[in-house]
């Protein structure tokens, strides 16, 4: 079992943070960028004049600067707990067009918002390095608006048993000799790969939200379940 103590997961994140946009381009063949517009398209746009995003493990900012191409009249709030990754994304926001997005420093399982704050909450390929999973879902729970919804983008295993083999080839042996490569910490990309591998998908994710605080609305498999798209609501 990895270990997903806070602070080794912040410092592996501060270490690729200058590597990490062209590291993703590169290991996934653009293919995250398609995924990633896909998951912010799917979000039914609120019929409200005013509307609240808040989009967890920002990262550099790629979902939040999305959300407000897409959703122009929302106010989206990004927060990472990694201040290297963080410090890319205003900038890269400015650069895009989009000053007003604001960017924050904190922890998914301590969240600075009051309850029931936000209409929609997004978190795409960060749910898994999260400490604690149902504490998160917890605070999720709160800082959402009753009906408020979830958005995952998350990594999944491949159900077919020939691609699960081809895929398995890829990702434990040459996305963490590439990663590493790139960023000069093949560690880390190690760990990304073995986090997805044990992280629950499909169905097994899906169990971890109550039946009584949560509805499924969609669940997508994204290139034969290499990863998945979640949308639930909140009751």
């Known amino acids: ?37 896909n998951f912010v398209n799917g979000i039914s746009p609120d019929t409200k004049v005013f509307f609240e995003i808040l989009d967890c493990a920002t990262g ?5 600067i999305e959300l407000q191409r897409c959703y122009r009249r929302a106010k989206v709030t990004g927060i990472d ?10 900038a890269k926001a400015e650069k895009a067009g989009f000053k007003k997005i604001r960017f ?11 309850d029931n704050s936000f209409d929609h909450i997004t978190i795409s390929f960060g749910i898994r390095n999260v400490e604690n999973l149902l504490a998160a879902i917890a605070e999720f729970e709160r800082v959402l608006k009753p009906n408020g919804q979830l958005h995952v983008l998350e990594f999944g295993q491949p159900q077919n048993q020939i691609w699960s083999k081809v895929y398995g080839i890829y990702h434990r042996k040459l996305l963490p000799f590439l990663g590493g490569l790139i960023s000069g910490n093949q560690e880390a990309y190690s760990y990304l790969n ?8 499909g169905k097994e994710f899906v169990k971890q939200f109550s039946s009584t605080a949560w509805k ?15 949308r639930l609501q909140k009751n």
């Open 81 to 90: 707990f990694s201040e290297k990754m963080l410090d890319q994304a205003p």
């Open 104 to 114: 924050l420093a904190a922890d998914i399982l301590k969240l600075p918002f009051s």
């Open 60 to 64: 550099t900012g790629d979902i939040a």
């Open 194 to 201: 073995k986090s997805s591998e044990e992280f629950p998908s």
């Open 216 to 230: 499924e609305l969609e669940m997508t498999s994204l290139l034969g379940s290499v990863a998945y798209i979640y």
């Open 1 to 37: 079992m990895l270990s997903k103590e806070a602070s080794l997961i912040r410092d592996m994140f501060n270490s690729v943070a200058e590597s990490y946009d062209s590291a993703n381009d590169l290991l996934s063949l653009g293919m995250h960028r398609v995924w990633k517009k």
